[in-house]
Each structure stands twice: as C-alpha cells, then as structure tokens.
C-alpha cells in the first residue's frame, strides 16, 4: 500500500515541550519549535459542545485551575481555565487551545503532527473522527501528519474518511501484543508507537521487519534508552528532546 512521504525525525516532543512549558499547549509548542524539534504529539478531545481542543485528560484537574470533566465544559467555560500556572508562573494565564488554533501553529512553525485521538470513556470514536481528521487533513500537507490512537474504533473511523495514500494512522499500544500486526493492517496502519518501558528486542526487530516505523513513548533518560536504538528504532517521542543531543544515531530513512 502507498502512504504519505513522510520523513521522521529521531526526536518528536511530547505533547511539546512538556518538560519545560505546560503541556498541550501553544507555548508548549512554540519551545519545541524553538529547541530545534521539528515535529510535536499532542492530544486532541471534544469539548461538551463538540469542539475539539488540544488536551490529554478527561478532566482539566491536573493541568488548569478547574476541576470539571471536558465533556461538560463549552468553549467559553474552557476558555475561562488558566492551563499554565498549575506549571510556573511564567505560564500563568495560558489558555486551552482548540485544534484550529494548534493546527494553525504548528503550519505556521513548519512543524510535522502526531495527533493523538483520545477516546476517554463514554465518548465516541466516530464523533472525534468526524471534527478532527478533516480538519487536520486540510491544515498540513500528508507528510506532515500522522493520526494515531489506542481506540481501534477510532483508527477505523479515521480509515474510512481517509485512504491510507492521503492519512499515515499509528496504532498506539503499551507492551506489544500478539495480533499487533492484524491490528495494523486491518486499518493499513503507516507506524507503530509503544511504550518504550515494554519493548524488547524480538518485538521491535518483527515490526521493522514488517515495514512499519516504530515509534516509542515517552523515554527521557538518553542513557537507560540507549540500546533500543541497536533495535531499530525510528523515533522517540519525549518530554525533553534536548537532552538526547549528542546521544543519537543517524537520522533514519524515509518510511
């Protein structure tokens, strides 16, 4: 099957620059952007209202100064939220983005997009899908954006609305399971992403095998993650890319 051209990096920021700016957010992606990150993941929900804002929770509780579930929160409720100062001070009065506003950044900035679908319990797939996935398509070029998720249901919707020539999808998984690769076929998968604490050598040499770039979350210690890149790893998605200078191998080829 042909996908996009996408040309990984080895460090992708997780949810930004989250070690050093509140994560989720524009200034988050701004630091990445300023650190020399070429490509950010963030998380993308719908608000009570349907729209779709940048956040990883079910509730704001961690991450602002409110403690309300998203999915009974409007846009001019959310917006009301202080998502920074829970982080610094420097940071206070950062507003939840919507997607429209991150997706207008991250073009802006040239970045590249791993878009996670986050599916907390009660909400629906297809609904996320449906606000999400064309809105993405129409902002970034396909090289510069995978959709990705844990919701089979959500990479099906998000399958049907795009073919896999036009939309890269990652599955998202923990420790790899055994029908990992009916799993990504069935939705003609474009990478892998797992946790990198659960991998290991016989799993990450059968996915790049298979063809897939694989993806690992969410390693900060250079060191502790160093001989995963022996394995063939492609990318790693963390909290603090900076730190991995000077600990990397060459950059990989295109998928």
């Given at each position: 099957m042909m996908h996009p051209d996408i040309a990984l990096p080895r460090l992708i920021a997780h949810r930004g620059l989250s070690a050093r700016a509140p994560e989720n957010t524009l200034s988050a992606v701004r630091a990445a952007h300023q650190a020399g990150c070429t490509w950010v993941e963030l998380d993308v929900q719908l608000l009570g209202d349907g729209t779709?804002?940048?956040w990883h929770d079910?509730?704001?509780?961690?991450?602002?100064?409110?403690r309300e579930r998203l999915v009974d929160l409007s846009l001019p409720q959310a917006r009301r939220l202080d998502a920074g100062s829970w982080f610094s001070d420097a940071?206070?009065?950062e507003r939840l983005a919507t997607l429209g506003e991150m997706l207008a950044l991250v073009d802006a900035l040239d970045l590249?997009?791993?878009?996670?679908?986050?599916?907390n319990r009660g909400r629906s797939p297809a609904a996320l899908v449906e606000e999400v996935v064309p809105a993405a398509l129409d902002a970034l070029p396909p090289d510069r954006v995978i959709v990705s998720s844990f919701h089979?249901?959500?990479?099906?919707?998000a399958r049907d609305l795009a073919s896999a020539s036009r939309l890269a999808l990652g599955v998202l998984f923990e420790g790899l399971p055994g029908d990992w690769r009916a799993q990504c076929e069935a939705v003609e998968a474009f990478s892998v992403h797992v946790d990198w604490r659960w991998l290991g050598k016989s799993g990450a040499q059968a996915v790049r095998e298979a063809g897939y770039p694989l993806l690992c979350y969410t390693p900060n210690d250079p060191?502790?993650?160093a001989h995963q890149w022996e394995?063939?790893?492609t990318s790693v998605i963390s909290d603090d890319p900076p730190r991995f200078?000077?600990?990397?191998?060459?950059e990989p080829a295109r998928a």
């Open positions: 779709p804002v940048i079910a509730t704001v509780k961690r991450c602002s100064d409110g940071f206070r009065g590249g997009l791993n878009l996670e679908l986050k599916v089979p249901d959500a990479l099906a919707c060191t502790a993650f394995w063939g790893v200078a000077g600990h990397l191998p060459p």
